[in-house]
């Protein structure tokens, strides 16, 4: 049983600590925050102990009424592996402290990649965290794009991505970015850094990528032209998409016409947090022109890394191998739509029906 530690309980700290604790072979051992705020609240609901990032915020935590089981580096001096999901640039920061206890951490997307000593995407380079002692799991952007071209890459071989990235402005929480009434080329030079990013995971990609920002929250929506080395059909192409558990090739004829109504079935289908760690490919997008495919897909940002840091931290033990890790995240979450109309993955109710 692998003993994991979760540093920075927000967005994507509080949801790797739920999938951490739905698998077998690892749990989590504790969370470590900076205040006692709504999140620390849930944390201790749901059984994690609790430490003080900041030790200095110790006391407020007790005037919480939250009992602490300690401070930040007694938890890093516990875990077999933190997973340290703070905001970027404080993950780079902590290294450190990992070091000194000689404890293994996953870092995030937000991290420039040379906090670790690989950049890592579970369905395209699982071996790679094989025994590293540092990983960065690649932003939910990246992840998207990566699931995407590892598919297609293999079976067709790919020429030169093209992407365009139309990015939430930020989570529903985050109530102090923007933009509120604007459309932002964002970042306004081109190429944007999202090309770099995905070239930490296929150092030999040509890709271009372009961004922008809108006032939503709900989630990025990539607008995707990839020329392949073959000709291919979309119907090929569809297929190939299909069979990829974290990709939902979205059906026509169900009135999923934009990220609200993915939101909405994902909440329909009570997954936790209306959550979507799959890709969500528009069926009807999918169209081909000789060697050049293009295709629309929603990426949740809250989410989709989740399987991934799950799936991050077998490799880096060698718990098992990419198949089997991925497999059993996915089983253990309910990832995976493909095949249910209502949103419920096979295995979802798989799991229900154990329970
Ligand atoms: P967040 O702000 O929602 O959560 C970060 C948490 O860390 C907060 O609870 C904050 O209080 C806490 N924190 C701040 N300083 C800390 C410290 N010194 N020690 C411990 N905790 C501290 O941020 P997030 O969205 O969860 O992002 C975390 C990382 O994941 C970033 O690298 C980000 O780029 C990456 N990421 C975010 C998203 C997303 O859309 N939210 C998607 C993929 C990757």
């Known amino acids: 049983m692998i003993r994991v530690g979760v540093n920075g309980y927000g967005t994507i700290g509080k949801r790797v600590a739920d999938a951490v604790e739905a698998q077998p072979d690892m749990e989590i051992i504790g969370v470590a925050k900076t205040q006692p705020n709504f999140e620390a609240h849930t944390a201790v609901k749901r059984g994690y102990p609790m430490y003080a990032a900041i030790p200095e915020r110790a006391p407020l935590f007790a005037e919480a009424g939250i009992e602490l089981a300690g401070e930040v580096d007694e938890l890093v001096a516990e875990a077999d592996v933190i997973v340290d999901c703070t905001p970027s640039g404080i993950g780079a920061k902590n290294r450190e402290l990992y070091e000194t206890h000689h404890t293994p951490a996953i870092f995030q997307g937000g991290e420039d990649a040379d906090v670790a ?23 939910c952007n990246t992840t998207g794009l990566s699931r995407i071209i590892a598919p297609l890459e293999e079976e067709y071989g790919v020429e030169k991505v093209r992407a365009t990235l139309v990015r939430r402005g930020g989570d529903p929480g985050q109530n102090s970015r923007g933009p509120i009434n604007d459309i932002l080329p964002n970042p306004i030079k081109v190429p944007s850094h999202h090309g770099p990013d995905v070239k930490t995971i296929f150092p030999d990609l040509e890709i271009d990528t372009l961004g922008l920002k809108v006032p939503a929250t709900l989630m990025h929506v990539h607008a995707l032209n990839v020329t392949l080395e073959d000709d291919v059909t979309g119907a090929h192409v569809r297929q190939l998409l299909e069979g990829e558990d974290r990709i939902y090739v979205v059906p026509e004829g169900l009135g999923i016409d934009g990220a609200g109504k993915l939101k909405d079935l994902a909440l329909d289908a009570e997954r936790p947090r209306g959550d979507l760690w799959e890709n969500c490919v528009w069926g009807e997008s ?18 989709d890394v989740i399987p991934e840091n799950v ?6 033990f060698e718990l098992e191998d990419q198949k089997t890790s991925m497999e059993l995240t996915d089983r253990k979450l309910g990832v995976g739509i493909s095949g249910d109309p209502s949103g419920f993955s096979e295995q979802a109710r798989a799991e229900f029906a154990d329970d």
């Open 311 to 316: 799936d991050a931290i077998r490799a880096m």
């Open 286 to 303: 999918i169209g081909v022109n000789g060697r050049d495919l293009y295709l629309f897909q929603a990426i949740h940002q809250e989410s």
């Open 117 to 139: 000593d690989v950049s890592f995407n579970a369905r395209s380079n699982y071996a790679a965290a094989r025994d590293a002692d540092y990983v960065r799991v690649v932003s």
